[in-house]
């Protein structure tokens, strides 16, 4: 499945704004800022992120053929996904371009890149990759799904 783009994003979050009672004249900048810092870091973390190794296997010692018999654990940031300062120089500067200005915004811009990272770090904690995963020549071939 691939990242929402930060459209889709951006209209759950006007929402989800709206439902909180989060309202103003800059509310739908920073509904459309944090969409694109959203989609930004989503797409970030899976082209970082990786499975742990030690994912239980079944191979044929001949052939190294075969398929994963157990769950894996995802890497989690930073290591496995974008740190909350890398999130928090993106977050500075979708804000400043979605027009919010301030003297606040260095501060939003580090609780969004925290935010992010622990979101991010609990995702990882609580999905595994799925068992199933078909091995030939002692690598795997086909990709993994989460649970």
Same mark, same amino acid.
């Given at each position: 499945?691939?990242?929402?783009n930060a459209s889709?994003?951006?209209?759950?979050?006007?929402?989800?704004?709206?439902?909180?009672?989060?309202?103003?004249?800059?509310?739908?900048?920073?509904?459309?800022?944090?969409?694109?810092? =959203?989609?930004?870091?989503?797409?970030? =973390?899976?082209?970082?992120?990786?499975?742990?190794?030690?994912?239980?296997?079944?191979?044929?010692?001949?052939?190294?053929?075969?398929?994963?018999?157990?769950?894996?654990?995802?890497?989690?940031?930073?290591?496995?996904?974008?740190?909350?300062?890398?999130?928090?120089?993106?977050?500075?500067?979708?804000?400043?371009?979605?027009?919010?200005?301030?003297?606040?915004i260095p501060a939003?811009?580090?609780?969004?890149?925290?935010?992010?990272?622990?979101?991010?770090?609990? =995702?990882?904690?609580?999905?595994?990759?799925?068992?199933?995963?078909?091995?030939?020549?002692?690598?795997?071939?086909?990709?993994?799904?989460?649970?």
């Open positions: 499945m691939p990242v929402p889709q994003i951006e209209s759950l979050g006007k929402r989800a704004m709206q439902g909180a009672g989060l309202t103003g004249e800059d509310a739908p900048k920073l509904a459309k800022a944090m969409a694109e810092l =959203f989609n930004q870091v989503l797409t970030m =973390f899976c082209s970082m992120t990786q499975v742990l190794p030690g994912m239980p296997a079944v191979v044929d010692p001949t052939s190294g053929s075969g398929s994963t018999t157990g769950p894996g654990l995802l890497l989690p940031p930073p290591a496995g996904g974008p740190a909350a300062s890398q999130i928090e120089a993106i977050a500075n500067s979708t804000l400043r371009d979605a027009g919010l200005e301030g003297e606040a939003l811009a580090k609780v969004l890149g925290s935010a992010c990272e622990v979101g991010l770090s609990l =995702f990882c904690a609580q999905v595994m990759v799925a068992p199933g995963i078909t091995i030939a020549g002692f690598t795997t071939v086909a990709p993994g799904r989460l649970m």
